[in-house]
């Protein structure tokens, strides 16, 4: 696997209160995975070779802005394309044991890279040098997602495929404050939204054709607590 790329950015003050960071990253990115089946041997002694390859050039822009509305409070807007490539075990068909459940799972060496378009509201308060109150909406749109799903084998054998398209849509609330002797709490709640679609094709693997994404919670609750 290599990876080769550059980026610019820009930080723009826009009047008194805007400011306007921008830029780009171009990744020319190379994957290759050989798998090889000992029991499959030619004629001249050579073992079958199944080679899965990614190669892809892509260009990932980010736009954020942001507001001073007074008194520490700021008001922040962002829109940012991300990726989501196959782990190597992911293209690779061989089968193995997931060491979460035991179950059998096997590669599928057809996967394609997914692409990600992200869209951040944020509207956040700064009540002391470590404290903040913040508020978010988040919405992340999927280009062929890489899906767990489970096979119509008589083992129900896990894999991988590429969905036709997800969403994600949500909130998330975030607080931290400062007690005494330095003591820092602090916590937030995201609720989530998930929805995929499956390809027309993908009618034959046991799961519904909309749902939410393969392990994305509803509910998310995270805390803090920090002491010097």
């Known amino acids: 696997q290599t990876v080769a790329a550059g980026f610019g950015m820009v930080d723009l003050p826009m009047g008194a209160r805007a400011r306007l960071v921008a830029g780009a990253r171009v990744e020319q990115f190379k994957q290759n995975v050989d798998t090889f089946d000992l029991f499959d041997v030619d ?29 520490s ?3 922040r807007v962002g829109f940012s394309q991300t990726v989501n490539r196959p782990e190597f075990r992911e293209l690779a068909p061989f089968e193995f044991t997931d060491i979460v459940g035991g179950r059998a799972v096997v590669g599928n060496p057809e996967l394609e890279r997914s692409l990600i378009r992200n869209v951040d ?12 109150i913040a508020a978010s909406f988040f919405l992340k749109s999927f280009d062929q997602p890489i899906e767990r799903f489970v096979e119509p084998t008589a083992q129900l054998r896990t894999s ?6 997800a969403r994600n849509i949500g909130i998330e609330l975030e607080a931290r404050r400062e007690l005494f002797n ?12 998930s929805s ?9 693997v046991l ?5 939410p994404l393969s ?4 509910h998310l609750f995270n805390g803090l607590v920090e002491g010097q």
């Open 43 to 71: 004629v001249d002694g050579e073992v079958e070779t199944i080679r899965a390859e990614i190669a892809e050039t892509d260009i990932f822009p980010s736009l954020n802005l942001v507001y001073d509305l007074g008194g």
């Open 73 to 75: 409070k700021n008001l």
């Open 121 to 132: 509201v944020r509207w956040e308060w700064f009540t002391g040098a470590q404290e903040v």
């Open 160 to 165: 991988f495929t590429n969905a036709e398209s």
């Open 182 to 193: 330095g003591i820092l709490i602090g916590g937030n709640y995201t609720f989530v939204d």
């Open 196 to 204: 995929i679609t499956l390809t027309a094709f993908q009618t034959n």
């Open 207 to 211: 799961t519904s054709l909309e749902r």
């Open 215 to 218: 392990g994305t919670s509803r």
